[in-house]
């Protein structure tokens, strides 16, 4: 169970990061998958903490609701693109 939970944590933060990164350097990306994928990145934060067992380090949980804030900033910084997008006819 411990191999396979960091293999796949491992493959949620990698593939997660490189659709934020792509969408981010590419103008016609598709910013729906960004979304979802920055939403994934942000429950895996989320359940990092329990995972690993660090719920009494206060310095990962710091850590943890940092990142955690700014994915809700890129989260949101996606909405408004998104919305400020012309829509195709």
Same mark, same amino acid.
């Given at each position: 169970?411990? *191999? $396979?939970?960091?293999?796949?944590?491992? +493959? @949620?933060?990698? @593939?997660?990061?490189?659709?934020?990164?792509? *969408? *981010?350097?590419?103008? !016609? &990306?598709?910013?729906?998958? &960004?979304?979802? &994928? $920055?939403?994934?990145?942000? /429950?895996?934060?989320?359940?990092?903490?329990?995972?690993?067992?660090?719920? $009494?380090?206060?310095? #990962?949980?710091?850590? !943890?609701?940092? +990142? &955690?804030?700014?994915?809700?900033?890129?989260? #949101? /910084?996606?909405?408004?693109?998104? *919305? !400020?997008?012309?829509? /195709?006819?």
């Amino acid at each position: 169970l411990g *191999a $396979t939970l960091l293999f796949l944590s491992m +493959l @949620v933060q990698t @593939v997660g990061s490189l659709v934020v990164l792509h *969408a *981010a350097l590419v103008p !016609s &990306a598709k910013l729906g998958l &960004a979304k979802r &994928a $920055t939403w994934s990145l942000l /429950a895996f934060t989320i359940v990092q903490p329990f995972m690993y067992g660090e719920l $009494t380090n206060i310095d #990962f949980l710091c850590r !943890s609701l940092t +990142l &955690a804030g700014g994915l809700l900033l890129c989260t #949101f /910084a996606q909405s408004k693109q998104l *919305a !400020s997008r012309p829509r /195709a006819s």
